[in-house]
Structure formats: structure tokens, C-alpha cells
């Protein structure tokens, strides 16, 4: 059976850098604000608007493909590809006004991750992988691409950890906890808020690792897929619906010391 991937990743980088020039570039000064699991977890007419942006670009082209968005749901469709969308990731810094956001796109084929892309725009950077082909960084200014590959970190005392925190207040008491056996143990802690983007700066060795539990499919998808083929070990990241499970990429050196230290603080429901 032919394989479809050749195609997807144009199509994801089309749609991706659509979305995000959409959302950099159409912000109203006033965002209206609506909250869906809790009273701090904020869905904006951006993020709608970004999502319709993506499927209407993807079903011109691929009308038979269902599409899973954040927003939106779940379609239905009569080949063997799916996409798997964040239309905005990192909603509450882009509310702020943060640069660390971005618009995440993840094609599966046949129940398997193939193409993955995440892009960056106020960071004018776009992380894309194909599964088997690498992780590539691309410099939306120059338009210059690199290969990405995870840090050679192999000492946990050393290593900078990034993480983030559920939106229901019984989660972040959880997490904090963990975080607090944790940061005794690291270099450092990142909270950068965009789990999207957090895989990809591990891919990108910008951080030495990265866990959280909690997401949900969309929010890692695309870069579950990137950080692996960057040489990332990741556990979980799957395209299963959301659950307590744990979402952990790591460069291979720390990855074992650092999901004992997590898992045995309770992390991921474990
Ligand atoms: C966000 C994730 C982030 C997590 C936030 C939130 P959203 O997704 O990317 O890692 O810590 O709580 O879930 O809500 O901005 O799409």
C-alpha cells in the first residue's frame, strides 16, 4: 500500500504556516475569552477561528481524510489518514501575549504518527519530522533549515527539565509535589507553557528533557513525533484520548533516571 507521507507534509507546513500567520498577524486587541475544564483553562476566538483555517486547507485538498482538532472534535472520513490538530497551543501565552505558542499538525497513517509539524511564528521557527526521515528545524525568516538532534546529556544533576501543570487545581497540588522532589535532583526547571512546543525544544536539545501528564492527543501528536526522530526516548505521546498518563521525551542519557524520579513522585498516575 502506498505510502501517503511524501504529500502530508507539504500540506501540514501549508496549513501550519497558514494558521500561525493567521494568529500572529489577526490578533484583536481584545480577545474573547470562554473556559472549558476550569475557570483557568481559556479557549479564545483565535483558536476556533485558527482550527476552521486548517481543516477548510486540508479538506480542499484531502476531502476524504478525517480531521481530530481540539476544538472541533472529531470527523469522520473515508481514508486511511487522519490529522490530528492544535490549532493554537499555549492559548494562555498567547492571551498574555507571550511568544511561546504555537499551531501543532499531526498526520497519522493507518493508526501510526507519519508526518508531524509544529510551528512557531513569533518565534519564526517551524519544527517538522516524517517518520524515518529525521527532525528538521526550519528558520521562517531565512528559510534555512537544520537537522535537529536531542542533547548528549547523561547526568540528571545537570540536565534542564521542562514540565507543565493541568488546568484543575487537585492536578497542579499533585504536580507541584512533584515537581518539588524533582528540582533538588535537576539543573533547572522550565515551565514554558506549550507542550507542543516543549517536545520540539527537546528534539532541538534547547532542553534536556520535558514530561507532563494530562495532555491530550493533540497537544502531542506532532511533537511525540518529532522529538523521537530527533533520537528523543518518549513515553506516551500517544494518539490515545486523554488520560493522567504521563508524557515524558528525553534525551536517551537521562531518560531513565529522570522517568524513575517522576514515576516514583506519583507522576502520570503511576
Ligand atoms: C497547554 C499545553 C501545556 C499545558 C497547559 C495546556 P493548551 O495546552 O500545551 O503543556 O501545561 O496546561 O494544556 O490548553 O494551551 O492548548
Redesign the pocket.
Known amino acids: 500500500m502506498p505510502d501517503p507521507s511524501g504529500d502530508l507534509l507539504p500540506l501540514a507546513r501549508l496549513a501550519a504556516d497558514a494558521a500561525a500567520e493567521f494568529l500572529l498577524t489577526q490578533r484583536p486587541v481584545s480577545l474573547t475569552v470562554a473556559t472549558k475544564s476550569s475557570p483557568t483553562?481559556v479557549v479564545t476566538q483565535m483558536d476556533r477561528a485558527a482550527e476552521s483555517l486548517i481543516r477548510q486547507i486540508i479538506s480542499e485538498q484531502r476531502p476524504d481524510d478525517s480531521i481530530w482538532g481540539?476544538e472541533a472534535g472529531e470527523g469522520t472520513g473515508a481514508s486511511e489518514v487522519r490529522w490530528i490538530v492544535?490549532p493554537?497551543?499555549?492559548?494562555?501565552?498567547y492571551l498574555y501575549g507571550l511568544p511561546l505558542?504555537s499551531v501543532s499538525i499531526a498526520a497519522e497513517v493507518r493508526g501510526a504518527v507519519a508526518v508531524g509539524v509544529v510551528s512557531a511564528p513569533a518565534l519564526s521557527l517551524r519544527y517538522e519530522a516524517v517518520r524515518g526521515h529525521g527532525a528538521t528545524c526550519v528558520d521562517r525568516t531565512t528559510m534555512i533549515s537544520r537537522p535537529m538532534r536531542v542533547s548528549s546529556i547523561a547526568d540528571l544533576s545537570q540536565a534542564l527539565i521542562a514540565t507543565?501543570?493541568?488546568?484543575r487545581s487537585e492536578q497542579r497540588e499533585q504536580q507541584a509535589r512533584i515537581v518539588a522532589t524533582l528540582l533538588p535532583q535537576v539543573r533547572d526547571i522550565r515551565?514554558l507553557?506549550?507542550?507542543?512546543l516543549?517536545l520540539c525544544l527537546v528534539a532541538d536539545g534547547r532542553v534536556d528533557a520535558y514530561y507532563?501528564s494530562g495532555?491530550?492527543a493533540?497537544?502531542v501528536a506532532a511533537g511525540a513525533l518529532i522529538a523521537t526522530e530527533a533520537g528523543a526516548i518518549v513515553r506516551g505521546g500517544t494518539t490515545d484520548p486523554a488520560t493522567d498518563a504521563l508524557t515524558l521525551a528525553s534525551a536517551p542519557g537521562i531518560a531513565a533516571s529522570l522517568s524513575a524520579v517522576v514515576v516514583a513522585a506519583g507522576e502520570g498516575g503511576a
Not at 88 to 93: E, F, I, P, W
Not at 164 to 167: I, S, T, V
Not at 193 to 196: I, T
Open positions: 483553562d481540539e492544535d493554537l497551543d499555549g492559548t494562555v501565552n505558542w507543565g501543570f493541568g488546568y515551565r507553557g506549550s507542550a507542543a516543549d507532563e495532555l491530550h493533540w497537544d
